[in-house]
């Protein structure tokens, strides 16, 4: 069996205390022919002296630094890495995580073994101060349903991608996105992936590690980039759900846009409000003009007259819910 080399992508930001374990986790893989490009998303700790160390030791390590030419972030610091990487197949990883130590060859096995399968996803532990539990998996649902729902936890983490793969469907990360990158990466994979070129595996390969300076635990303060970007994965969710007729998801993710929208409202976030509103209309169709009239209206009246938020939006949930009931969905 050959030996192809993959390219491991892990973009950082001030995580000096802790990007030495993931390395380690590389370090420790049973599979050797790696290079692994950490890029730096502008780091003001000792990342830099850290990887210096690891860079020294192992010339299979290289740190680069994101380039103005990709916007900041962890999107455009994944995207540069997928430009130098040399390797065959990639695995995008985060520098907080922990690979198991037959991550890599267990994934690239099952991949050279299916010659037509170009994404392989495993299962993984999430582990929060002293406690595990194994990543909610549920694998026998299609793709689209298991991302759109939430059913499966696949992360980043999860895929080993054939680079062919990638650059025949041009797929990378949306660098407008602040929030939900992962969502709407393997929203886009769904769209063009064949269920023949998928390999899932229940193997748990990896360690998400929860801390509380995960961007999971920063949803407490009102952030407009942040719901602007969960507006959009989930109108988007709501097209594609549309055009395969899977009316339960579109009418749970609409839910969800409704909340995000009065969300917008009460912290006077026109931006968000009105992107909702603009997507809504084409999306959704010519059963909707007066709903969307009426959300106008209680913007407006808002700004003047502070309303009962949460007794509106749940009005308007359950008016969406009785709207969709008769929803001409595509068969």
Not at 35 to 57: H, P, Q, R
Not at 61 to 66: D, G, K, Q, T
Not at 109 to 138: F, H, M, W, Y
Not at 262 to 288: C, M, N, W
Request: proline share 3%.
């Amino acid at each position: 069996m050959s030996h192809p080399l993959v390219t491991i992508i892990i973009p950082t930001y001030n995580r000096a205390a802790i990007i030495g374990k993931t390395l380690d986790s590389i370090l420790a893989q049973t599979y050797k022919n790696w290079e692994c490009i950490v890029v730096d998303d502008g780091s003001t700790d000792t990342t830099a002296l850290v990887m210096k160390k690891y860079c020294d030791t192992d010339t299979r390590f290289r740190y680069v630094s994101r380039p103005d030419t990709h916007k900041p972030g962890g999107n455009g610091a994944r995207n540069y890495g997928l430009k130098l990487a040399k390797g065959a197949y990639m695995q995008w990883f985060d520098s907080d995580d922990l690979m198991h130590p037959n991550k890599l060859q267990a994934q690239l096995d099952l991949l050279l073994v299916d010659q037509e399968a170009g994404v392989c996803i495993c299962s993984g532990q999430k582990v929060e101060k002293e406690t595990s539990r194994p990543l909610r998996k549920n694998f026998e649902e299609d793709f689209f349903t298991q991302i759109a729902l939430n059913s499966s936890e696949i992360m980043t983490p999860s895929l080993l991608l054939k680079r062919s793969f990638l650059v025949k469907h041009s797929l990378g990360f949306d660098e407008e996105l602040y929030r939900g990158q992962e969502t709407d990466f393997l929203l886009r994979l769904s769209q063009v992936v064949q269920r023949k070129e998928l390999i899932f595996t229940d193997e748990e390969l990896f360690y998400y590690i929860f801390t509380t300076d995960s961007k999971s635990k920063k949803d407490e303060v009102y952030d407009s980039r942040f719901k602007w970007s969960r507006a959009k994965i989930y109108l988007d969710i709501v097209t594609m759900s549309k055009e395969r007729g899977y009316t339960h998801i579109v009418a749970k993710s609409m839910k969800r846009v409704i909340r995000i929208y009065f969300s917008a409202l009460k912290h006077k976030d026109d931006a968000t409000g009105s992107y909702i509103l603009k997507r809504l209309q084409p999306v959704l169709g010519k059963e909707f003009p007066v709903f969307c009239r009426q959300l106008k209206w209680v913007a407006m009246l808002q700004k003047r007259i502070p309303l009962p938020t949460l007794k509106l939006r749940k009005h308007f949930q359950k008016k969406v819910s009785s709207l969709l009931s008769d929803f001409a969905f595509k068969e």
